[in-house]
């Protein structure tokens, strides 16, 4: 079993569109997780850290639950600019102190006109 | 802002040939990290750094070393390229402050071996 698994989509949604993403995590000791955003043929970008109280910016939701171990995004009113494939991350704290992310292996979204 | 930068964006090497990726970050952070990523596997992990001199293998080191002489830079090495090594690589690095802080990828070397 994978230690984050993503439905990888694609997800096809047309603008002004709410769409939700789900993640599952495998390690409970797990401590630290993220939205990363990467466009095509780029780098991974923070998008968002996930905090238990759940954390909202602009028109992005995300939600931990640690007892079921997922972690969700919510975007409201879909743009095009929105398109790409979201990853989750998870950070495992191993040895010296040294934090390690492991990444799910990203949904792909398409905002469509 | 902080940066994380790649020497190289696209790379083509030959099978066997010993191959050095280098990544230099500005910010003093202490952990450094190599990852690759391929299409339907998404990023794993070769090797991490959480200090200088120290490194500590991640999911998939076979076939690759890497070096971390000073804070700032951290070189991933193939020690015999070969066809399977065809990846994206991509390089980061983060801070040792807890929870809430992310981390900053570089911008990639797309590595084609021949």
């Known amino acids: 079993r994978k230690e984050v698994e993503q439905d990888p989509g694609p997800f096809n949604v047309p603008e002004g569109a709410t769409v939700a993403f789900n993640c599952t995590y495998s390690?409970?000791?797990?401590?630290?997780f993220f939205w990363y955003r990467q466009d095509c043929r780029k780098e991974p970008k923070l998008l968002m850290s996930?905090?238990?109280s759940g954390n909202e910016d602009g028109r992005f939701t995300a939600q931990l639950n640690r007892a079921s171990q997922y972690i969700s995004l919510l975007i409201r009113d879909s743009k095009l600019s929105d398109s790409a494939t979201y990853l989750c991350?998870?950070?495992?704290?191993?040895?010296?102190?040294?934090?390690?992310?492991?990444f799910g292996s990203g949904t792909q979204l398409t905002v469509l006109p | 802002d902080v940066k994380v930068t790649q020497s190289s964006r696209y790379l083509v090497k030959r099978t066997g040939e010993k191959v050095f990726l280098e990544c230099v970050q500005d910010?003093?952070?202490?952990?450094m990290f190599w990852y690759r990523q391929d299409p339907g596997l998404g990023l794993r992990l070769i090797y991490f750094?959480?200090?200088?001199?120290?490194?500590e293998k991640g999911d998939i080191p076979e076939g690759y070393s890497v070096s971390r002489e000073k804070k700032e830079r951290f070189s991933l090495i193939l020690e015999s390229a070969s066809t399977n090594q065809t990846s994206m690589y991509l390089c980061?690095?983060?801070?040792?402050?807890?929870?809430?802080?992310?981390?900053?990828f570089g911008s990639g070397t797309r590595l084609t071996v021949v």
């Open positions: 910010m003093d952070h202490e952990n």
């Open positions: 750094s959480y200090d200088v001199k120290m490194k």
């Open positions: 390690n409970s000791a797990s401590q630290s």
């Open positions: 980061a690095s983060t801070g040792q402050a807890p929870g809430g802080y992310g981390y900053t």
């Open positions: 991350v998870v950070i495992l704290i191993s040895s010296g102190s040294a934090r390690q992310l492991t």
């Open positions: 996930v905090y238990s």
